[in-house]
Structures are given as structure tokens and as C-alpha cells.
């Protein structure tokens, strides 16, 4: 027997069973759906749930259904950055707040459909502690996204000790051991999908289609694509490091043997290789030079990054949470 809509919300105010993480960003079409399916899936199961809602600096009246819908249930809470930090961060804030035994992260576009969200809990109610959504088909998408996404998990699969599964994105749940595990870990450049894959314990997928975006347009452009994949390489592969070091020696050689050549050239025939050749040499040498210094820079800047120690995001309001919830220790 399903309770009343008031015990609900009261045992979801104690102690909620499961918290729904979704960041926002510029969703005001979508957010009354989002939160009309969420409640529509969770209710049946009968057991209480909060839904946090992480205002990302939206541009438009994001914050403002945000509150609406908090207004009229209480099981909504916001928190509201004081700009934009970002999608990853978003969710790292998520779980910092979130307060269930299984925490799930989904996006606010609609794109997963929030129904999936009863399989992954059946799935962890057998045992699973990292339930993640593996897409099975992506509608909408172009191909040159399709393109590009396969070849970036084709790349980080090699170049990572950590199993990156394919094919999946920030949907998934998490056990509360789980969540522990992640607010512990600071960094400013996140990957939150590869994070998730790093900290271990029992993962399982579970297939799911994609849908196209209920309304609005994408928040990853090719330049935060580009971006993601920076932080997700550098984060967790030293190969471009090592590549210099490897390229070096490559060049040494042919260097070397270059040396040699010329020597016997000279000393047989007399030729002299000509200024052209010369300064195609220099070059060449002076573009590699500069690629890989721009490599180290940017493992440079991510260090420069930790060690100011900045907080990852600042929160400017908050609303649904009591008093005990927000002075717990967090780190921020």
C-alpha cells in the first residue's frame, strides 16, 4: 500500500533511501518533466527519496522553476552556485550534499530516461554497489559525435590502467560506500565517470536506448568535448608524458644516423647537403619541441591548479536542507 503524499515527504525529510543528483544548466523547458517523471518513477517504489537539483549558473529561469518546484514539494532541494563551475563539479557537489544509501546521477535533459533509474536500483538490491547506464543506442546524436566518442573511450581504454567501460556517461548509481569513497578525492580537473571507475567495489552495467533532448540544446559543444577529454587523459594516463621521452630517443637516433650518413657522404663523394634541408631539420625539431612543451604545460597547470587548494565549487544559496544537514563536515 502505497502511503499518503505527506508521510511521504516527511520520511524523505528524515532520512531519504535513495538521493537523485541532477546538475542544471539553462533547463527551464525541461525541468518540470524532469522532476513530473523523477516523482512519477520513485513513488513506486514506496520508499523515500530526495531529488537535488544543482543550479550551474543557468542563464535563464532555471532557479526560479527550481524553487517553484521546491515550494511545492519539499523533497526538491537546490543548491545554487554562485557561477558556472562546470558539469563534473556539479556532481561531485551532488553527492558531497546528498544524503540516501544509493545516490543516483542523471542529467536534467531528459536525454536518460528516468525510468531506467528502477533497474539500477533492482540491480543494486542484488549486490551491485556501482550500477552504471550503458547506452545501447544514442538518438539524435550526430555522427560526428557518435565518431568522436568511440574513438575517445577506444584511447583512454589503452592508454589507462583504470577499465573505463564504453558507451557510458555520468547515469549511474552509486552505493553509499561509494559516494564516501568519491567526496574524499578533491581534484579540480574531474572525470567523474573515470573516478567511479577507479574506486573499484562490485560494478555492473545495465543497457538502456538514449533519447533526444526533450527541449533546448546541447551544454557540450565541441570545445567542452575537447576540454573533457584533456582532463579525462591527463587524469588518469601519463602517456603524453612519456611520449616526449620516447620521441626523443627516436629522434636521437635518427639524428645519429643522420651524422653518420653525412660523414660518409662527405668523405665519398664530397656532396654537402644544402641550407633547404638545413632549416626543414631545424623546424621540424623547433615544432615537436614546442608540442610537447605545450604537453607538459598542461600537466604544469593542473598541479598549479591542487596546490592553490582552491574550493571546487562556492554554493550562494541552498534551500531544503536543515540546519544539521549543512553544518555536517564537507569539504567544498
Known amino acids: 500500500m502505497i502511503a499518503p503524499q505527506e508521510d511521504r515527504i516527511a520520511k524523505a525529510l528524515t532520512q531519504p533511501v535513495y538521493s537523485i543528483v541532477a546538475p542544471v544548466f539553462n533547463e527551464e523547458e525541461t525541468l518540470p518533466h524532469f522532476y513530473a517523471r523523477i516523482v512519477q518513477v520513485m513513488e513506486t517504489l514506496d520508499e523515500p527519496f530526495e531529488l537535488i537539483l544543482i543550479n550551474d549558473g543557468s542563464r ?91 574513438l575517445f573511450y577506444q584511447l583512454i581504454d589503452r592508454i589507462t590502467s583504470v577499465h573505463i567501460p564504453r558507451n557510458v556517461g555520468d547515469f549511474r548509481l552509486m552505493d553509499r560506500a561509494v559516494v564516501l569513497s568519491l567526496i574524499q578525492m578533491r581534484e579540480h580537473h574531474r572525470f ?33 568535448m575537447i576540454s573533457f577529454s584533456l582532463d579525462a587523459i591527463t587524469s588518469f594516463s601519463h ?17 645519429l644516423l643522420g651524422i653518420l650518413v653525412a660523414i660518409f657522404l662527405r668523405l665519398i663523394t664530397g656532396a654537402i647537403v644544402g641550407q633547404a634541408s638545413t632549416l626543414i631539420l631545424v623546424l621540424f625539431l623547433g615544432g615537436v ?3 610537447f612543451l605545450g604537453i607538459i604545460g598542461e600537466y604544469l597547470g593542473r598541479i598549479y591548479d591542487e596546490v592553490r587548494a582552491r574550493p571546487l565549487y562556492i554554493v550562494h544559496h541552498t534551500l531544503g536542507f536543515t540546519e544539521k544537514e549543512l553544518t555536517e563536515e564537507r569539504k567544498p
Open 239 to 255: 602517456l603524453p608524458l612519456q611520449l616526449a621521452t620516447t620521441f626523443g630517443f627516436v629522434l636521437a637516433g635518427i639524428s
Open 60 to 150: 535563464d529561469r532555471s532557479y526560479r522553476v527550481m524553487q517553484e518546484l521546491h515550494d511545492q514539494d519539499p523533497r526538491v532541494r537546490i543548491i545554487d552556485f554562485s557561477r558556472n563551475f562546470g558539469h563534473q563539479i556539479a556532481i561531485s557537489a551532488g553527492l558531497d550534499y546528498a544524503q540516501g544509501k544509493a545516490v543516483v546521477v542523471i542529467d536534467s535533459d531528459l536525454q536518460d530516461p528516468p525510468e531506467v533509474i528502477l533497474d539500477l536500483i533492482a540491480r543494486w538490491k542484488d549486490g551491485a554497489e556501482v550500477v552504471y547506464a550503458q547506452r545501447a543506442s544514442r538518438v539524435g546524436e550526430t555522427r560526428f559525435k557518435l565518431v568522436t566518442a568511440s
Open 289 to 291: 619541441q614546442l608540442i
Open 192 to 224: 567523474m565517470r573515470g573516478l567511479s571507475a577507479w574506486v573499484g567495489f562490485r560494478q555492473e552495467a545495465v543497457l538502456y536506448h538514449r533519447h533526444e533532448r526533450y527541449a533546448g540544446s546541447t551544454k557540450y559543444p565541441l570545445k567542452k
